[in-house]
């Protein structure tokens, strides 16, 4: 036997309470007179003050004291256990964004999701526990484990589904290993069409098909001369049938961006809009009649800063990659030359054999050959390939090699981690460590045909873009959910060996993290505007925006249920009390009141 609501027996405080006021009321005993008229009031004598007499055992006191009794045990709501275990109830929520779609009514699959696992597990009973698994390619443990449904629904108030298309198996798992060969399983999403449902897992899909309006993609880019901005833009319509909308664009309390747009029926439409100067932030927004899903139809956009790369020329003028460099450069948006090699981001120099990697000041160095030796050992020859590569570096990408003659290749005594190499020749690679970094080309562009190939300008552009990427500050300023951030704080504005973690902010939430010249930011699965910050100093700020053409498609939802392929009497570990036990205490109580009525009007009676 247990009780439901223990709390119910604090009403067994009233059994010292009763017996209290026995103890300390005044008692009077009966007197029998003549005639009323001669018991006058101004002759009673009271006695001062309160006295303790012994407790009178009485009928009135036992059914007062059985009262009691039986309406705590009815408060504390006893019952019997059929089984030693309680139900637990393992639920996986499909943390798609998709669940927050709505249907006619305005009410959300999220809303129908928490109304399902309401249901069941107030059919699994009082004692019934819970755990809540989000899905994702992290698997999140909202609830649990075993905890009491009140407890799992607080958790789920806050619950905002904003994930991108992700294998549901990391979460199955997860919740197998909870459930073992003592629980349910029930996983809650959005389509019934799912692939791979373990066994012995209930599927209830509580979505439908509905139209929806998406972008699919949004890029800000500024001129770096004008400032002024472009943005380029395509939506998505995933019905079937045409639709007309209305594209919005706010900055501030300003509206600055009002357009119709008509889409075909899963039709995509670009759009290039030019923007001016000094915005810094752009709200946009989707307005359709029947756009059932906000997630993918609005954005919230930073302005790009510009991020100039600074570019050092320390060639000879008649140096034979001078001219083939200028040209590529000239073509880069966001460059600015310097006479003064300290003050160069990228520094270009002839290549020595065996320099040591000291790049007076530079970030990054560009050493290019050919190498000034006229030793025979040292001798240039030629090589037509075939070239390996390290497709693993990104100032290779996009590079091919097919048709370069490459000249001028020379031994190298210093260590050289190579980027392309032909046998045992580098002929392209990375020497020195730390945060300077020294690109090494051996090379003699006079009697190669890489500057003139399109090879040559990809290969310099990946390295003035890695070069941008490494200055301190944000990489870029938009990204989209799931998408890993990495920017390079300056050691000469941040003092990286202080011991307080950097915070990241977004709104009221607030994370830590780690402190360092590279800091990294994981995977944010929540849309808005986050806060990098240093105490209280903003650092930096970066928006999160939701793309995902697969995950905006909700034409092909489908509700429905795929039930358990069998039960299992194991995991149905219930407790109860008889039924007829809460009419009986009722009965109970009220005949005990009636039998007190009764005893006190007759004993009145009898007293005069």
Request: proline residues 7%.
């Amino acid at each position: 036997m247990y009780f439901a609501n223990p709390w119910g027996l604090l009403g067994l405080l009233a059994l010292p309470a009763i017996l209290f006021i026995h103890l300390y009321q005044r008692r009077y005993p009966p007197l029998e007179v003549g005639g009323l008229h001669l018991w006058l009031s101004d002759e009673t004598v009271k006695s001062a003050g309160q006295r303790r007499d012994r407790i009178p055992v009485t009928r009135t006191l036992l059914l007062e004291l059985l009262a009691a009794m039986l309406l705590s045990l009815l408060l504390a709501q006893p019952a019997w256990n059929r089984l030693t275990t309680a139900t637990h109830l393992v639920f996986v929520l499909d943390d798609s964004a998709s669940m927050l779609a709505t249907d006619g009514t305005g009410a959300s699959f999220r809303d129908r999701a928490i109304a399902t696992m309401r249901e069941r597990a107030a059919a699994s009973g009082r004692t019934s526990r819970v755990s809540l698994i989000l899905t994702g390619t992290r698997p999140v443990l909202l609830a649990g484990p075993a905890v009491e449904w009140s407890e799992a629904e607080l958790e789920l108030k806050a619950w905002q589904p904003q994930g991108t298309r992700h294998s549901f198996q990391p979460a199955w798992d997860m919740a197998t290993q909870l459930a073992e060969s003592a629980g349910e399983l029930l996983f809650v999403t959005d389509d019934v069409n799912v692939d791979g449902l373990p066994e012995n897992t209930e599927l209830v899909s509580v979505g439908q098909g509905v139209p929806n309006l998406a972008f699919e993609t949004a890029r800000w880019s500024v001129d770096p001369e004008t400032r002024a901005g472009s943005l380029y833009l395509r939506i998505r319509n995933c019905s079937d049938s045409a639709r007309d909308a209305s594209l919005i664009g706010v900055a501030g309390a300003q509206e600055i961006l009002r357009r119709p747009v008509s889409l075909a029926g899963r039709g995509s439409l670009p759009l290039s809009i030019e923007l001016p100067g000094g915005l810094k932030q752009l709200e946009l927004r989707i307005e359709a009649p029947d756009d059932r899903l906000g997630t993918d139809s609005h954005l919230t956009l930073l302005e790009p800063q510009p991020r100039d790369v600074r570019i050092g020329i320390d060639l000879p003028d008649d140096h034979s990659a001078r001219d083939s460099l200028l040209r590529v450069f000239q073509t880069i948006a966001s460059l600015q030359f310097v006479i003064d090699p300290a003050e160069a981001d990228l520094l270009v120099q002839p290549l020595v054999a065996d320099a040591p990697a000291t790049q007076a000041g530079s970030q990054w160095r560009l050493a290019i050959g050919p190498v000034t030796s006229t030793s025979e050992s040292n001798s240039p020859r030629n090589t037509a390939g075939p070239f390996l590569l390290d497709r693993g570096s990104p100032l290779l990408d996009g590079v091919t090699l097919q048709g370069i003659l490459w000249s001028g290749v020379q031994p190298l005594s210093s260590p050289v981690s190579p980027l392309v190499s032909v046998e045992t020749d580098v002929l392209m690679g990375l020497r020195g460590r730390g945060p300077r970094r020294e690109v090494v080309l051996n090379i003699d562009l006079a009697g190669s045909n890489l500057g003139a190939s399109p090879d040559w300008p990809i290969l310099i552009s990946n390295l003035v873009e890695a070069c941008r990427d490494s200055r301190p500050g944000p990489r870029r300023w938009n990204y989209q959910v799931n998408e890993l951030v990495w920017f390079e704080l300056d050691p000469s504005e941040v003092d990286l060996a202080a011991d307080e973690p950097l915070t990241l902010r977004r709104g009221n939430d607030e994370r830590a993290l780690v402190r360092g010249q590279a800091v990294e930011v994981p995977p944010l699965g929540e849309t808005g505007v986050y806060e990098v910050l240093d105490g209280e100093r903003t650092l930096t700020r970066f928006a999160v925006n939701f793309f995902d053409p697969l995950e905006s498609d909700l034409s092909g939802l489908e509700g429905g249920t795929i039930p358990r392929p069998e039960a299992t009497e194991s995991v149905t570990a219930t407790s109860d009390s008889p039924q007829w036990l809460w009419p009986l205490f009722i009965a109970a109580i009220g005949v005990v009141a009636v039998v007190n009525w009764r005893g006190l009007r007759l004993s009145k009676n009898d007293s005069f």
